[in-house]
């Protein structure tokens, strides 16, 4: 599986934009990118997924960076209940069987102060 | 959205005892489920893929006589930690995906063994 790299956690504060990167340089032609946010005791949910084009929802953005080696996921407006360990995952679609399962990396802790 | 229901949320059990953690997925068939395990500070680690009418695929490294995993039908998939140890302690989570790229988690189960 191609690995992702995040940093190991940020702080914002209330209202302010969040900016959460994610390398993926090996990243293959066939690899979606995934986020899930954890918030504590809890299991993870979906926040975004993208393939080479920028996305927007109601929970957040993420930009692709052209060559697709890097992502960044967008929380406009940080609020508390946005603090959570956010993982960026690569999920191959291309491998039927193997794809299906995403594997978690370590994630970044985002802290949102008031 | 799609719902995965987990249960029990947390169990206490003495040490060499059995349980059973059950996955339902409420509002969609899933022939696949997926096991995840979390201790305290880490991040998950995919314990394995359970399939509908055969045999789960477990990760390497998990033992499959100890983390027994049934599929019997398309919304119910059951982990029994077997013979539970105090190092068995742990954030156990089970997830599906009823089609399309999104994961559904269920909320997780808190197994403390004593």
């Known amino acids: 599986d191609a690995k992702t790299t995040q940093p190991n956690s940020m702080e914002s504060n209330e209202e302010e934009p969040v900016h959460l990167p994610c390398n993926h340089s090996t990243i293959s032609g066939t690899d979606y990118i995934h986020w899930y946010r954890q918030l504590p005791s809890q299991g993870p949910e979906y926040v975004i997924h993208g393939l080479t084009s920028n996305v927007n929802n109601r929970m957040a953005s993420l930009a692709i960076a052209e060559d697709r080696k890097s992502s960044t996921l967008i929380l406009h407006r940080a609020t508390l209940r946005d603090a959570a360990v956010y993982y960026c995952?690569?999920?191959?679609?291309?491998?039927?069987?193997?794809?299906?399962?995403?594997?978690f990396g370590g994630g970044t802790r985002v802290l949102v102060k008031p | 959205g799609a719902v995965v229901s987990q249960h029990p949320s947390w169990v206490i059990c003495k040490s060499g005892t059995s349980v059973k953690i059950e996955c339902r997925s409420l509002?969609?068939?899933?022939?696949?489920m997926f096991w995840y395990r979390q201790f305290p500070k880490q991040s998950l680690m995919l314990m394995a893929t359970?399939?509908?009418?055969?045999?789960?695929?477990?990760e390497q490294g998990v033992e499959k006589d100890k983390f027994l995993i049934n599929h019997a039908s398309l919304t119910l998939s059951t982990l029994t930690v077997t013979s539970a140890h105090p190092e068995d302690s742990s954030f156990y989570i089970c997830?599906?995906?009823?089609?399309?790229?999104?994961?559904?988690f269920g909320s997780g189960t808190q197994l403390s063994v004593l």
């Open positions: 359970s399939n509908e009418g055969s045999k789960a695929t477990y």
């Open positions: 509002d969609f068939q899933a022939t696949t």
């Open positions: 997830s599906a995906r009823p089609r399309g790229e999104k994961l559904f």
């Open positions: 995952i690569l999920r191959d679609w291309g491998i039927k069987a193997a794809g299906n399962k995403l594997t």
